[in-house]
């Protein structure tokens, strides 16, 4: 695979590159969404967006809600990914989420989305009921520790059917009508190793629903695991995306053999960040990079506070290293 295609297969038809276009050109500036954040301050200056991390990236040392906040402000992150269980886990255990927002407030963390599994898609219907009140009680205490996006990721199917796509709009606009009773805006997230791999699919779904809030949740290792071609990829309106998750890969094993825990620190792989970053800003992205690891072999060498500075430092020259090549142009 080349530095710019990583599939042999093409990804976006006629029809679909010109869907993908015609978003493009809503808008590209990077206030045009008011509910999109801008970078926090505590962002070095020469970078236009915020770098953040998803708490996955330390899961394994089983740390508190409280501890992860501190943890991630003291790293020099500007926002973080909250997992829904580790929140509920937190409040169950007589903490409460206005002290979760109030230790957001008082550590100048973002809370860039919240991570949550509700099965709002799946086929069997009395499912999708019951998934339909657990992202709406995810939704409501994603509001209340201040959060505005929590990850939608499709479930309970193997494959998507090409004749049902106006269905599956209709199942995201059924979350996405939650937002406005809830003030959380579900992102659909796109999974390389899950029916919904393909970055046309994605956009075909969000676009069909005709809501002014509906947007993707995008992630490099996930694009790459999915088979997607990187041409495409600033034909996405950036100034809709509040988040991005940033990760690397390595060249082996081939991208479609690749697993969650293949992950590694942004710069020690072979994606083209210096491609795709500029195409994200040019596009209009302005929001949270937020690292997201699976890596079993650092948990197994590394300390969470390694993780953490690594985490942030590498992400920041990889940004800086790309964005100078914006400047320079």
Known sequence: MSNKKISRRKMIGCSTATMLGAVSGIALKAN????????????????????????????????????????VADAGFDGIELWVRDVEAYIDQGGSAESIAEMLRSRNLVLENMIGFAPWFSEDEETRSNGLDKMRREMELTAKIGGKYIAAPIQGVKSLDRSMFEK????????????????????LELWGHGALSSLADCAHIVIGTGHPKATMLLDFYH??????????LDCINGAKLPVIHINDYP?????????????????????????????????????????ELFNKGYWETMDAQTI?????ERTYRVLKDAISGIKNN
């Open 223 to 232: 694009l790459y695991r999915g088979g997607n071609d990187w041409y495409t």
């Open 168 to 187: 599956y709009s209709e199942r995201f606009h059924d979350i996405l009508k939650l937002a406005d009773q809830t003030g959380t805006v579900p992102i």
């Open 251 to 291: 060249a082996d094993p081939p991208y479609d053999q690749l697993r969650d825990s293949d992950r590694v620190f942004p710069g020690d792989g072979i994606c083209p960040f210096n491609e795709l970053i500029p195409k994200l800003y040019n596009a209009g992205f302005r929001g949270g990079f937020s690292v």
């Open 32 to 71: 045009a969404f008011s509910d999109v954040p801008l970078k926090a301050s505590n962002s070095p200056s020469d970078l236009p967006f915020r770098i953040s991390l998803n708490t996955s990236t330390i899961r394994a040392y089983k740390l508190s809600v409280e501890e992860q906040i501190n943890m």
């Open 308 to 312: 953490l500075r690594e985490s942030y």
